[in-house]
Every structure is written in structure tokens, then in C-alpha cells.
């Protein structure tokens, strides 16, 4: 069993960062890829970014490229997300999620534990 605590969320100006914190329980941790996903209101929940369990292979949405870096740091059981060069349209709730796959690019059906999730938004 592993539990799931996304953290870091708020509001900030476009062109802000913010770096969003995934903290999760079980000593089982480091063997599972973990995945960021959000979900703005009235969308559907869309993939945004995802680690290896070893974090040697990431995988990122077309949308956030260049600005989004994903990492880990198994010892701590914590996932990051940093974003960087914020845009209004990433204004949503960010949920993170851990897949015993281990894999970057499981599908999103394949995640088997998700976090509550933390707001973020990004101010015009």
C-alpha cells in the first residue's frame, strides 16, 4: 500500500515557478514510477509528466516541455515537480500517482495509488 501527498500548490503570476512536492508512504516506494496529472474545471484529467522508479527515464507532455522538470529522491520517498515560465492555461488541480509498472510511459489507467491533489493557479 502506498499513500500519497501532493504539496506545494497556490497561486502565482504568469511567468512564476512553483515546485510541487509528492510525498508518499511505504517502504516500496522506490520501486514504482510515479506520474503528475491535473485536471482544470470542466476538462478532463490530462498527463503531465511522469519518473522511472530509478528517475533514469522521464516522460512529459508536449504542453509543458521545457518548462516542467520531474525528479525523485527515493531516500526522501518525495517526487518534484518544477514548474517553471507558468501559463494561465496550467492553472488546475495537480495530482500525482505511483504505478507498480515502474515505467514512465504507463498508460494512465495503469496507476494504482493517487494523491487529493493541490490547486494551483496561474494569474494572468
Known amino acids: 500500500q502506498v499513500q500519497l501527498v501532493e504539496s506545494g500548490g497556490g497561486l502565482v503570476q504568469a511567468g512564476g515557478s512553483l515546485r510541487l512536492s509528492c510525498a508518499a508512504s511505504g517502504r516500496t516506494f522506490s520501486s514504482y514510477a510515479v506520474g503528475w496529472f491535473r485536471q482544470a474545471p470542466g476538462k478532463e484529467r490530462e498527463f503531465v509528466a511522469a519518473i522511472s522508479w530509478s528517475g533514469g527515464s522521464t516522460n512529459y507532455a508536449d504542453s509543458v516541455k521545457g518548462r516542467f522538470t520531474i525528479s525523485r529522491n527515493n531516500a526522501k520517498n518525495t517526487v518534484y515537480l518544477q514548474m517553471n515560465s507558468l501559463k494561465p492555461e496550467d492553472t488546475a488541480v495537480y495530482y500525482c500517482?505511483?504505478?507498480?509498472?515502474?515505467?514512465?510511459?504507463?498508460?494512465?489507467?495503469?496507476?494504482?495509488?493517487w494523491g487529493q491533489g493541490t490547486q494551483v493557479t496561474v494569474s494572468s
Open positions: 500517482a505511483a504505478t507498480v509498472t515502474g515505467w514512465a510511459y504507463t498508460p494512465a489507467n495503469e496507476y494504482n495509488y
